[in-house]
């Protein structure tokens, strides 16, 4: 069975047919190799001429900090608690790779110096004077040295934009983490901040949109100095006591803490007691910066608003705590009730790495409920289409030439419609003629020759009057409205 369409436009009233658009990798070049426009990987010449000038200048000038990242966090001779960080380059390098297209699409507008009252230059740069001067004046130690440093870079934000600001304060950062800092994390964020200000100074905001993310996630892989990493660890170790001596009592194990030491009772009968020590190292700093670097992987990797990439990120810093805490008191209750010696031995790793499993579900859990939570509402107009079972066509395909295509209850053609014919303006009164009508005289009969019988008029065929193309035969099964008879006396 057909079903017509009478919005259809009329077979020679068909719209001229356009060739299909082109994708961003055709019309870029993202595809690979020399395109005809003259770009290549979708970068033109002058690009990877400035590419191939400035990334051994940078390497170069940051050699002493890439040896150092590498001495630290390869996963072969390097540090345990940094192993992740092999992975936090490659994370970034597929974000742009899944974002190629918007990114190739983008305009280059070099930046430079910009408008003095730009919202986006004079706003942040009073708030970071402000809050760097609170900071810097109001606290001691390293994090006042953070503050002053952050009122610095905003007095440059506000005199040099935000490109020359970024890229002279990163060497100036740099410089002070060599002599007097001697700081290799602060070399580290140096290095960062000076790769942003040249990606915004070549590029411009409208590129920086897209590759802000792989720059900043880059800070995720710079392990932290030794003062700071005590001095998160210190609360950590005292809090996986606190939690671990409460499950243990809770399963009815005897156990009371002292510090970050946990007394329990033991199951030999030679030593009543035993004393389990939550080190530095299980204080979970380790599984905190993992489980921040998946969070923040997790959340920028997939198409959701920005708030809810913020959420599922700060989201693992207590997902990372709480998965720690079950882990110290699952050794504990490992120690007491299975096997000393195993709890100190191959368990004692292998636990940690279980928990990374629990971890990375709780992380995704929190995306499906904010999924489920906030849900848009759909257009009125696609709401009262899906009650009625109709599936909208899109604008585009109502001007294209009418085709065939299958639905759920057969095939729907469009059969063609002739135009509308053009609206008649009507008279005004005054400009009417009113014609009176002649009386037609009745014709008179002529008389018949004698003898001759009278011959019966002929009957003419009943004209068939063709269906008018603009209307819809009924479907088969459909009986139409019989018309209702005049009443009598009407």
């Known amino acids: 069975m ?16 356009r060739p299909a658009p082109r994708s961003p990798l055709e019309s870029t070049g993202g595809g ?10 979708g970068l033109s010449l002058e690009t990877w001429v400035k590419v ?38 490659i994370v970034g390098l597929y974000y742009l790779y899944i974002n190629r297209d918007e990114l190739l699409n983008q305009p280059v507008e070099p930046l430079v110096l910009g408008r003095f009252t730009a919202p986006w230059r004079l706003w942040p740069a009073v708030g970071m004077i402000l809050i760097g001067a609170v900071i810097g004046f109001g606290t001691r130690g390293f994090i006042a040295d953070g503050g002053k440093a952050l009122a610095i870079f905003g007095g440059l934000v506000l005199l040099l934009d935000w490109a020359l600001a970024s890229l002279l ?82 399963t009815g194990v005897t156990a009371y803490r002292t510090g970050t030491k946990i007394n ?24 905190l910066m993992t489980f921040i670097t998946v ?40 120690d007491h009730y299975v096997s000393e010696q195993l709890s100190q031995s191959f368990a004692h790793q292998f636990v940690g790495i279980m928990m990374l499993v629990p971890a990375f579900f709780m992380i995704l859990a929190v995306g499906w409920v904010l999924d489920h939570l906030f849900v848009e509402e759909a257009d009125d107009r696609d709401r009262n289409y899906s009650q009625l079972g109709v599936i909208p066509a899109a604008p585009a395909m109502a001007a294209a030439a009418p ?23 009507p008279v005004p009164a005054e400009a009417q003629t009113h014609v009176t009508p002649r009386a037609v005289p009745a014709a008179k009969p002529q008389p018949s020759q004698q003898g001759a019988k009278p011959q019966a008029a002929p009957t003419k065929p009943a004209a068939v009057t063709p269906p008018r193309p603009g209307i819809v035969p009924p479907r088969p099964g459909i009986v139409p409205p019989r018309p209702q008879r005049p009443q009598e006396g009407a």
């Open 169 to 250: 304060f990163g060497l100036f950062m740099f410089a002070y983490g060599i002599h007097p800092g001697q700081n290799q994390f602060v070399q580290g964020c140096a290095m960062i901040l000076t790769l942003f200000g040249v990606v915004l100074m070549l590029s411009g905001w409208k590129v920086m949109k897209y590759a802000w993310f792989p720059i900043a996630y880059l800070i995720c892989g710079i392990p932290w100095p030794p003062l700071v990493y005590s001095y998160i660890a210190s609360p950590l170790q005292t809090l996986a006591a606190k939690v671990a001596v409460v499950t243990l009592r809770f």
């Open 52 to 89: 191939a000038v400035l990334a051994p200048l940078f390497i170069a000038v940051y050699w002493v900090v890439i040896r150092w990242l590498w001495d630290k966090t390869n996963p072969i001779w390097g540090e345990a608690n940094w192993g992740h960080a092999i992975c936090i380059p």
């Open 295 to 334: 969070g923040v992987a997790v959340a920028f990797l997939s198409a959701r608003p920005l708030w809810q990439k913020i959420i599922i990120t700060v989201s693992s810093i207590p997902i990372a705590i709480f998965c720690n805490v079950m882990r110290v008191a699952g050794q504990g209750l490992l």
């Open 403 to 425: 085709v065939a295509a299958p639905a759920a209850g057969g095939l729907v053609m469009d059969i063609p419609r002739r135009p509308a014919a053009p609206k008649v303006k």
């Open 2 to 17: 057909t079903e017509l369409n009478p919005q259809a436009p009329l077979a020679g009233h068909l719209p001229t047919a």
């Open 264 to 287: 329990m009772a033991s199951s030999s009968i030679t030593s009543p007691m035993r004393t389990l020590n939550v080190a530095e190292a299980c204080a979970g700093l380790r599984s």
């Open 32 to 41: 690979g190799g020399l395109n005809p426009d003259g770009t290549y990987f």
